[in-house]
């Protein structure tokens, strides 16, 4: 079931994805939400699974990362255009490093690196907020807050 904003559970940090955890249902919920919609990721938290693990819609594939972590981050960066599932119809700028190296499980525990670049890195970055209990919204919402005292 998809978690939508202002659900409280969006803004907790989830903890980390053990082998003999159950996420098969997070599994298939997300091969079918990418493949039904046009966003490129999703995290467990959306999901209401409150693990580290997101998906990603790479070349007509669907990759799963677990306990994810960023390891390298490019100082160059850009304004990417970011949406979210769990906010629909919103729309925000977000500066993002262009290329990262993260370090993640499969869906067999076997450790990975991974390097992404431009979209893919944006995007990774973005799951990973979520599962730190961050929204594309949070800083629009504390300015917000400040204006209006």
Same mark, same amino acid.
């Given at each position: 079931? +998809? @978690?939508?904003?202002?659900?409280k559970i969006?803004? *907790?940090?989830?903890?980390? +994805? ?5 996420f098969?249902n997070? @599994? ?6 990418l493949? %039904?919609n046009?966003?490129i990721?999703?995290?467990? !938290? =959306? +999901? #209401? ?7 990603i819609k ?6 799963f990362? @677990?306990?994810p972590?960023?390891i390298? *981050?490019?100082n160059e ?6 949406? /979210? ?7 925000t700028?977000k ?8 370090k993640?499980?499969? %869906? ?10 431009n +979209?893919?890195s944006? /995007?990774? =970055?973005?799951e @990973?907020d979520h599962?730190?209990g ?7 919402i504390? =300015?917000? #807050?400040?204006?209006? !005292?």
């Open positions: 079931m +998809l @978690i939508i904003y202002p659900n969006l803004k *907790k940090k989830s903890s980390y +994805l053990r082998k003999n955890d159950s098969n997070f @599994i298939n919920e997300a091969n079918d939400i493949k %039904l046009t966003n990721g999703i995290s467990g !938290v =959306q +999901l #209401g699974f409150k693990k580290r693990i997101f998906a790479y070349k007509k594939k669907i990759l990362f @677990i306990n972590e960023i390298w *981050k490019s960066s850009n304004f990417y255009s970011e949406g /979210c599932i769990s906010i629909p119809d919103f729309y700028k500066n993002r490093s262009n290329f990262i190296k993260i993640a499980f499969n %869906l067999l525990f076997k450790k990975k690196i991974f390097f992404a670049k +979209l893919y944006a /995007c990774i =970055q973005h @990973i599962l730190n961050k929204l594309i919204n949070d800083g629009l504390a =300015q917000f #807050g400040r204006a209006s !005292v």
